[in-house]
């Protein structure tokens, strides 16, 4: 699975970005059947999970930003979002797009998208 990932750049503290991941490719069941999240790697930090969604819309979204990141889905348009509010200086990472699929646990990333926010 192909991802794209975009909507990064720079904001202020306070501010909001949204994240989108696209799969151009993608055939609907092959995106139904994954499970989509959006990682983050800080620069000297190892990449972790900000939020994920799985094929029958659980969330799991890390306590780090719970309550101001919204992860969701559009299967019609086979896109997926990571809504970012409230953004803190602490949030600037490199962000990725993650698919994994339901029953072959094979994962796929997209290339990074920049978020950078000043305080």
């Known amino acids: 699975v192909q991802l794209q990932a975009s909507g990064g750049g720079l904001a202020q503290a306070g501010e909001s970005l949204r994240l989108t991941c696209v799969s151009p490719?993608?055939?609907?069941?092959?995106?139904?059947?994954?499970?989509w999240g959006w990682y983050r790697q800080a620069p000297g930090k190892q990449r972790e999970l900000v939020a994920q969604?799985?094929?029958?819309?659980?969330?799991n979204v890390a306590d780090s930003v719970k309550g101001r990141f919204t992860i969701s889905k559009d299967n019609a348009r086979k896109r997926v979002f990571l809504q970012m509010n409230s953004l803190k200086a602490e949030d600037t990472a490199v962000y990725y797009c993650?698919?994994?699929?339901?029953?072959?646990?094979?994962?796929?990333w997209g290339q990074g998208t920049q978020v950078t926010v000043s305080s």
């Open positions: 969604i799985t094929d029958g819309g659980r969330i």
């Open positions: 490719r993608i055939i609907l069941s092959t995106f139904t059947n994954h499970y």
């Open positions: 993650h698919a994994q699929g339901r029953d072959t646990g094979v994962e796929s």
